[in-house]
């Protein structure tokens, strides 16, 4: 009878102790984020709005993860007159001026063509596993399904590139 208590009792702490430590999963975020922070980006998560798809009532709100840059010092009149802008990857009727695939959440017909240009190069080089990009005055925002860690390289260019076009 004591074997049995004992035996219980040991394998009780052996499934706490396994059910405490870290996935695999959870490492290779561990070590994603920490490379993250060392390219500067800033980490977060939070929920994505996606504009009102084709065929669906209501929009579908997502919980995502953010990866923001911050801009840097902009003149405040650069501040005031920012337009800000957020595009998803989804299908959707809010989609003008923007490849195929992508669609607006918050922006749309309030950039120049050379700006849409610019953007749609941008979308165009962003890796699949992105689901939505963002501008504001204080940052630029890339929302990632986190897939692979070789990525942060590949997305941390082009939102460098439109830090420095100040759109």
Same mark, same amino acid.
């Given at each position: 009878m004591n074997f049995f208590i004992i035996s219980f009792v040991v394998l009780s702490l052996v499934g706490s102790v396994m059910w405490v430590m870290p996935t695999k999963r959870d490492?290779?975020?561990s070590v994603l984020r920490l490379e993250a922070k060392r390219l500067g980006f800033q980490v977060q998560l939070t929920k994505l709005t996606y504009p009102r798809e084709k065929g669906e009532v209501e929009a579908r709100r997502v919980s995502? +993860?953010?990866?923001?840059?911050?801009?840097?010092?902009i003149t405040q009149t650069e501040h005031q007159n920012w337009k800000s802008w957020r595009v998803v990857r989804c299908e959707t009727n809010a989609c003008e001026g923007l490849t195929a695939g992508w669609g607006w959440v918050v922006g749309e017909r309030e950039l120049? @063509?050379?700006? @849409?240009?610019? !953007? #749609?190069? /941008?979308? +165009? &080089?962003? %890796?699949?596993?992105? +689901?939505?990009?963002?501008?504001? %005055?204080?940052?630029?925002? +890339?929302?990632? #399904?986190?897939?692979?860690?070789?990525? /942060? =390289? &590949? !997305? *941390? *260019? %082009? /939102? =460098?590139? @439109?830090?420095?076009? *100040?759109?």
């Open positions: 490492k290779f975020l995502s +993860v953010v990866y923001r840059l911050l801009r840097g010092r120049s @063509l050379n700006q @849409l240009e610019s !953007i #749609n190069e /941008l979308l +165009v &080089a962003m %890796p699949i596993g992105i +689901v939505g990009l963002e501008s504001t %005055p204080i940052h630029v925002s +890339v929302f990632w #399904n986190e897939s692979e860690n070789e990525l /942060l =390289d &590949a !997305i *941390k *260019k %082009p /939102l =460098d590139h @439109l830090i420095g076009l *100040k759109m």
